[in-house]
Structure formats: C-alpha cells, structure tokens
C-alpha cells in the first residue's frame, strides 16, 4: 500500500507514506508496525474480564503527548511490521488463547490497512478500537461495521493544554465530532450476561494534575453532548515520565483532593460507568513492549 498524500488523521499533513517510510508528522510508514501482541488485564473490567483483552500495540502516534508511558513504541516507533494478512492472523492467535475481544491500540494512522485485515478476518469476539480522541470522523466512516466498541480518550476541553502537553490543535471540537461518529456506529453500550462489553463506546479521561478544571469541562461536555449512549472511564493512573519529569505542573502525581474533587463532579452530573482508585496510579500497568507475540 502506498499513501501518496495521507489526511488520516486531523493533522491533515497531506505527506507520502510508502512501504519502507512515512515523512507525515506520526512518522509511521504505509506498512503496519506492532510493539506487542498479548492478553492484557490492565483495561476496564467490561474490557480485561477474567481471561484478559487481546491487545495488539500499534507502533507510531499522531500526538505527542508530553506525559506519554508508551514514548519508545509512540514517538521512537519501534516495532516489528506486520502485513494486513499477519493482522488477521494475529486476530486467530488471540482468539484461540481465548481473551475477551480483540483490542486494536492506538491504530488511528494505520486505518486503511486495520480496515484491510479486518475484511479478511473478522473475530467472532467483539473489535474494540482503543484511542486517543484525535481521529478523523471521515477516517472512522472506513470502520463502520467493523469495529464493535470504541474505547476513545477525551483528553481535553482545554485547548490551551492539548497544545502545550500534547502538540494538538483544536482537539476538544475535533474529539467532539470523532466521538459522535464512534457512538453513532455503535449505538448505547450493551453487554452479554457476564457483564463484558459486546458493543459500545467508552469514553476515557485521564486526570491529569493541576487540571480539575479541565477534567470537570470534559464531564459537562460528555453529559450534554453524549447523555447516556456512552459510558465514561475515569483515570487516575497519571505518573509522571518521559518529558513530563521535568514539567512545573506535570512532574507529580495527582493528589487526593483534585481526584476526589472529579469524582464529586462526576456524581454530581449522575455520569454512568467506571471510576478508577487512586492507588491505581503508577507504571504496573505498563507492559512490556518487547515484540511479544509479534
Ligand atoms: S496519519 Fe500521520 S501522515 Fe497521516 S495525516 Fe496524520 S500525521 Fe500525517
């Protein structure tokens, strides 16, 4: 596959990707790079269950966040390249070891070849496409039908902060449009009898220090915009790393009171889904990204 002038994603930047290299801002080229292929438990208990997510991490990122815990496989890319038909088989490795569903990680600039694998092989488990807020709604449209839950972060409604901490334009609009395009394709959440998600959309944010004002805008947003056809996950797993460690605001953890300040807000808007503990915060639940399974 060759991308002659690639507009996956918001940036738009319009570069050639072709199968040995990519000159666009992600850095990814047309062929698909793969960190790690494995079961994970480290999701939401609708996500990981008891028998693990079937995650597959996806090399290279449209965004540049400061505080990013994936940095070496986000900004540096390494990662092993896989060919749309290895994807689909990837898919029947997971499936076999028997996981929950298959969980598509941070694949906004690779949609084509997602798309591609997933016209040769669809998993009977539900498809979960696990990003980071900054998609093309256009570039989603490629999905319809073939992903089954979107698992998007909602990052910021504060622009001024998605450009300083994650080198992003107009993110909160961008999010917006993005998310409604991920909820109309699969509707309200609904789960099977185990209570593990079969189709949805789960809105993620990560609450991030010195920012409740911030994450609360996020809520209200997600409130009157997405009511009740998505569930909210709140984060409190924030650890400062890569380039945040030397940041003034973003070198801590966050503390007891801006968490609970959230979850107040949260409540107050009677927003359904997930709530993480504090404790939660820390590098546990970063794998290890070694070509496991590549
Ligand atoms: S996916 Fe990469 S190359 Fe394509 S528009 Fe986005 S940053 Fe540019």
Known sequence: MIIESCRLCPRECGRRRDEKEGSGFCGASAAVRVARIAPHYGEEPCISGKRGSGAIFFSHCVMRCLFCQNYNISHNGFGKELTPEQLAEKYKMLEAMGVHNINLVNGTHYIPQIRQSLLLYKPSIPIVF???????????????????????????????????????????????????????????????????????????????????????????IIKNVFSDNALISLMAQYTPCHGALTHKKLCRKITKREYQKVLDAMFELELDGYAQELESSGDEFIPDFDLTGV
């Open 130 to 220: 696990n990003c980071g807020g900054y998609e093309r709604a256009q570039s989603l449209k490629m999905l319809r039908g073939l992903v089954d839950v979107y698992l998007p972060d909602f990052k910021y409604a504060d622009d001024s902060l998605a450009l300083e901490y994650s080198q992003v334009k107009n993110y909160r609009n961008t999010a917006i449009d993005a998310i409604k395009e991920m909820i109309s394709q699969t509707g309200k959440p609904v789960f099977d009898e185990d209570e593990m998600i079969l189709r949805g959309t789960v809105i993620r944010h990560l609450v991030l220090p010195a920012a409740t004002k911030n994450s609360i805008e996020v809520l209200r």
